[in-house]
């Protein structure tokens, strides 16, 4: 054909050697080509064409001649002579690793290209970079996650119920104890914390690229847990409805609510299988740079599948969700006793605390939490919020610092020299006044958490009719509760760290070159609307401890106290060993409480009863230096005689 004449003629087939064209024939069955019709021999043909025609004997029966037979013998031994030399000269061919050259193939610049130009039409990646796209990325965290939460919701209503589950699970099991298992596979593709591994960088910058190898590892498992799946989807959707055809006749409610539960669960695992899958697989390739094929032992090798993931391991009554199992009960037991030797094992073990970390405890537990509230909250805004919770608790200690101590971060009082220090001239008042600027963000974003509190609770006073959606919203709020706890105590706990460091070398300035603070034995005296403050009529090295040892109290309790974990509130243990008190539900709904806590002025504080923690001590009025017994705890704790060489204990103070 004409055409074909000038395809080889343009590329140059005449002028190349034989392996040059096995070469160029394996790249085009490799990007899928198809041989429609070989192409036979030119010298068979040849010999076809000049042999003669034989010669047909006109008679009821055929019968063939010994010349017959002799040229068969003849071209039969031909062949096998034939047969011999093509199996020897194969003997003489370097053998080749049919792995290795499966993986140069997979990963050729074909290959390659070939990747880029997928994750690209998919709309994954940019044709020239491998950080996902900040579409793919939002497309994820709504859609994607939302048919994540549905599946493991839906499956969860299924075998999570101990009323119903033994009951559906043992009706499931007649059709086929397959459908069980896929369903209980299905609510395992939700993983909270690696859902939130791959969702918060696009959260935290919207309008930016997400680096691949940021995300590799929790969309290779979610991947691999969706590859399992893949061939049962249809059988994992009919499971589902099975499921709640079950669930009806066993709850007898109305019909239309288990139709709309199916509607939902089928769409959601299209959405998954029909839309996310194959966006994951291009994540996956473009990760490892090769051009995979979906369906491939090495896909499966690489992402550690064996037989025993595969569904079809469960038989009939076994693992029965909301059924007892005796080993796993006696497992269990076993495990909640060691905790609980563990636990008290760690109660009798003290709490080694530093000098100035046990007087800034001693500080912070000079007021109740009722005593807080009145003194932070007299309009009862918070009222709302529970004593147990952390942010708020962090949130009265941070305002307690900065009615009671930051005045050293900003008064003119306090006379700071410039100091040079490796030839950078070192300004002290102006990174304190900087320090003292950042508190303004966590008032902000407390407000901000207040609102996600009032919106909870109003979600809880009234959800809705749709069980579903009501169920969803909550977990979406609770969720936007823990990260705005998260984000308002690490902004507290970042202002206590830099206040105490800078604190610090202040006091190892005064304990040393006394080059910083110029007159740090002059007494500090406020006006008469400040008189009441604790550090009223005190020196200025004594103001500067005490600021230290309450921003050190904070940070660590922060960092890795009683304010500190993922959980937004207090456990009833803690509030006991922290407070020496029971959870109440608020200071406002008590007043009993916070009139008799407040009845003695000053004179109160919890003790809490931990052995390890430190005790407080009742102040008197703070008018006079000699009559305040807190300076009497830091002249013993502190080893400070306000002497110009006796600031700070023998040692390192940290």
């Known amino acids: 054909m004409p055409e074909f004449d000038n395809t080889k003629r343009s590329i140059g ?37 000049n042999r003669p025609e034989p010669k047909v004997r006109q008679s009821t029966v055929s019968r063939g001649s010994s010349d017959e037979g002799k040229s068969r013998s003849r071209s039969g031994g031909g062949s096998g002579r034939d047969s011999k030399s093509g199996s020897g000269g194969s003997d003489n061919k370097p053998s080749v690793d049919p792995k290795l050259e499966y993986e140069k193939e997979i990963s050729s610049f074909i290959a390659r290209f070939s990747v880029k130009l997928k994750c690209w039409m998919g709309r994954v990646t940019a044709f020239g970079s491998s950080d996902l796209i900040p579409g793919f990325m939002h497309e994820f965290s709504t859609k994607g996650k939302q048919a994540l939460i549905e599946c493991n919701y839906s499956a969860t209503e299924i075998l999570g119920n101990p009323s119903i589950s033994p009951g559906l699970s043992a009706k499931l099991d007649k059709i086929n104890p397959l459908l069980v298992e896929l369903i209980a596979m299905c609510q395992k593709l939700y993983n909270g914390p690696e859902l939130t591994d791959i969702t918060e960088p696009i959260l935290v910058a919207p309008e930016s690229p997400v680096a691949i190898e940021r995300v590799k590892t929790p969309i290779y498992n979610l991947f691999k847990k969706m590859y399992i799946l893949y061939p049962y989807q249809e059988t994992l959707k009919k499971s589902f409805l099975q499921a709640y055809d079950e669930m009806q006749k066993i709850e007898n409610k109305p019909a239309l609510i288990y139709a709309s539960k199916k509607r939902k669960i089928s769409q959601e695992i299209d959405t998954l299988f029909n839309t996310f899958f194959e ?123 900065d009615d009671e101590y930051s005045f050293v971060l900003t008064t003119k009082k306090i006379d700071l020299k410039l100091v040079h220090l490796n030839g950078v001239k ?14 303004r963000p966590v008032t902000d974003q407390y407000r901000i958490y207040l609102d996600v509190i009032r919106e909870l609770q109003k ?71 400040e008189s009441r403050k604790r550090l009223n009529k005190k020196p200025i090295k004594q103001c500067v401890m005490e600021a230290y040892c309450f921003a050190l109290a904070l940070f660590d309790r922060i960092e890795s106290g009683d304010l500190y974990g993922g959980l937004v509130e207090l456990t009833p243990e803690q509030m006991k060993e922290s407070f020496g008190m029971e959870v109440q539900e608020n200071a406002a709904e008590n007043p009993g409480l916070e009139e008799s806590s407040l009845a003695g002025g ?42 110009d060489d006796d600031i700070l204990p023998k040692g390192n103070p940290i």
């Open 602 to 643: 000053q004179t109160e504080s919890a003790v809490p009863s931990n052995p390890g923690a430190v005790a407080s001590v009742p102040p008197t009025s703070s008018s006079s230096e000699d009559s305040d017994p807190l300076d009497e705890d830091l002249d013993e704790l502190e080893h400070v005689d306000h002497d």
């Open 459 to 529: 979600h809880k006073a009234n959800p809705g009719a749709n069980y579903i959606e009501a169920s969803k919203k909550l977990t979406t709020i609770e969720q936007k509760r823990t990260g705005q706890s998260r984000t308002v105590r690490n902004g507290i706990k970042e202002f206590a760290q830099k206040s105490r460091d800078i604190l610090l070398d202040l006091i190892k300035d005064m304990k040393s070159k006394k080059e910083i603070v110029v007159n740090m034995n002059d007494v500090i005296t406020f006006d008469a609307m």
């Open 426 to 439: 070192i300004d002290y008042r102006q990174k304190m006044l900087d320090i003292y600027e950042s508190t």
């Open 13 to 49: 087939v005449n002028r190349l050697d034989d392996s040059a064209r096995k070469d160029m024939f394996n790249k085009f069955v490799s990007a899928g080509g198809e041989v429609l019709k070989e192409k036979p021999d030119p010298k068979e043909e040849e010999n076809k064409r």
């Open 279 to 401: 966006k994951l697989y291009l994540v996956v390739i473009r990760a490892e740079n090769k051009n995979i094929p979906l369906v491939s032992r090495y896909m499966e090798s690489l992402l550690g599948i064996v037989p025993e993931d595969r569904p079809g391991q469960r038989k009939a009554g076994e693992n029965v969700p909301g059924g007892i199992d005796p080993k796993a009960k006696a497992e269990e037991a076993k495990k909640q006793e060691e905790e609980k030797e563990k636990a008290k094992e760690d109660e009798k073990e003290p709490v080694s605390l530093s000098k100035e970390e046990a007087y800034g405890l001693r500080l912070m537990q000079m007021y109740s939490i009722a005593k807080l509230r009145k003194k932070f909250d007299p309009k009862n805004e918070f009222g709302f919020v529970p004593d147990s919770d952390k942010v708020l608790l962090s949130y009265f200690y941070f305002r307690e610092f």
